[in-house]
Nanobody, 117 residues
Framework: QVQLVESGGGLVQAGGSLRLSCAASGIFFSSYTMGWYRQASGKQRELVAIITSGGSTNYADSVKGRFTISRDNAKNTVYLQMNSLKPEDTADYYC???????????WGQGTQVSVSS
């Protein structure tokens, strides 16, 4: 059974930091592109950051320079370090695992991040 479990969300003041974790099980983790997405109230879900199986990263312009995505294949875990948080970062954050060749696409249940001004 495939599971993606996010943790690390919470309430923080503007300028603060949070570190999100996503622990995966039931997949060959090292073969997957891992990503973080977020969805604010009344908004569409958007890409925040991705990291490929080869370690290449991409970020949304809105978080570039503030957020860092990383992965630990030995622990089957992907992280999102969020620094200099802004109220605009408030959203539910979702972990995603994707492997296009095998047509696999999995999602976690999300973790809430709230940033106060």
């Amino acid at each position: 059974q495939v599971q993606l479990v996010e943790s690390g969300g919470g309430l923080v003041q503007a300028g603060g930091s949070l570190r999100l974790s996503c622990a995966a099980s039931g997949i060959f983790f090292s073969s997957y592109t891992m990503g973080w997405y977020r969805q604010a109230s009344g908004k569409q879900r958007e890409l925040v950051a991705i990291i490929t199986s080869g370690g290449s990263t991409n970020y949304a312009d809105s978080v570039k320079g503030r957020f860092t995505i990383s992965r630990d294949n030995a622990k089957n875990t992907v992280y999102l370090q969020m620094n200099s948080l802004k109220p605009e970062d408030t959203a539910d954050y979702y972990c995603n695992a994707r492997q296009h060749t095998w047509a696999r696409d999995y999602w976690g249940q999300g973790t809430q991040v709230s940033v106060s001004s």
